[in-house]
């Protein structure tokens, strides 16, 4: 009897051990973001989907909302967020020096980035790939035929790269031409500078959008890479690590138990499942592992919804950029969208 009480005790202590002992070691990033009241988030300049300026100059899309939904998971307001606009060659020594406390902007998760820059990338929340962009007429269906094309990249991405890797590997030669911002490599493609725009499909989906007319204008069905995105942080903060985590997690949990923004309130209320529970801060311990406040995931999903609805709302069917959903479904819907364990 006493010994498998002893067991018992043991158990519990080995199921929470790690979530106690950590409560006590501060996170210097979000200690930092409550006293100044406000999350500093860097994204992308501009690219429909992920991150633009609608009309009245707020700004829009999926990257966009992840950073107002983990202003709100620390400080439970989706207006304490200050967006900071970072170029893909500036983004990384920005987030090293301090300038922002992550960043959400388009960027992929490779090897030599997060074993190289100081920096940790997180969860994946955005699977795309590499893809090229060329005008509708000009009888181009596989890339291996464009020898000689001019293509237009941006500095300082994969995508760079990834142009080169894929014509050394076939022998075949191309003209790149580089650009600092994808408004630059649009014009240039439209004026005929290029022949091609290479970067990521979601994103060429986006530029192909807001081109003056989008159906002069293919986006390739082939695929170079994998381009799987993640928010980035520096390292040696472990306590952000779990936050910036668990967050992302969330709101990938929220779309896989149903809980959306018009029904969170309800659920909360009247639920009997124990993660939903867990989920919405009906019981606590989430929350108390990030030592956030219990309603932390309950208040993300009342403000953006769950990642469902943000796909939506930013690049899905009913937007310009209307991209399918593919990878980025739930992987009960054939997608590689999957949260790990909320318990
Ligand atoms: N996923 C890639 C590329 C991301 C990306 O954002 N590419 C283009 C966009 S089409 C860009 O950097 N634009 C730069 C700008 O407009 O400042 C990476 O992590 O390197």
Known sequence: MFKRGLAAAFAVLCAAGGALAQSNIPSP???????????????????????????RGEWQGFDVELCRGLAVAI?????????????????????????????????????????????RHVTTYFFDGHGFMVRANAGVTRV????????????????????????????????????????????????????SFGTDASQLAGVRAAMPNP??????????????????????????????????TAVIEAEEQGVTRANAEEMRRTSVNPNTRRLLGVTPELGQS?????????NVIRAIGNYGEIYDRTMGPNTPVALPRGPNNLHTNGGLIYALPMR
């Open 29 to 55: 990033t979000l200690d930092a973001i409550r006293a100044r009241g406000q999350l500093n988030c860097g994204i992308h300049p501009g690219v429909a989907g992920f991150a633009l300026p609608d009309s």
């Open 215 to 248: 159906a002069d204008w293919t986006v390739l069905p082939e695929r170079f890479s994998k381009e799987p995105y993640a928010a980035y942080i520096r390292r040696g903060d472990d306590n952000w690590h779990d936050i910036v985590r668990w967050y992302t």
């Open 290 to 298: 990030l030592k956030l406040d219990p309603a932390w995931a309950y």
């Open 144 to 195: 291996r035929d464009m020898a000689g094309a001019t293509i237009c990249l941006i500095q300082g991405t994969t995508n760079e790269q990834v142009t080169a890797d894929y014509f050394r590997s076939v022998s075949v030669a191309f003209q790149p031409v580089v650009f600092e911002r994808t408004d630059q490599a649009a014009a240039a493609l439209a004026a005929g500078r290029c022949d």
């Open 75 to 119: 400080l439970n307001d989706a207006s304490k967020v200050r967006f900071v606009p970072l170029s893909s060659s500036t983004r990384f020594t920005a987030l090293g020096s301090g300038e922002i406390d992550v960043l959400f902007r388009t960027s992929t998760q490779t090897m030599l980035r997060d074993t190289t820059l100081g920096l």
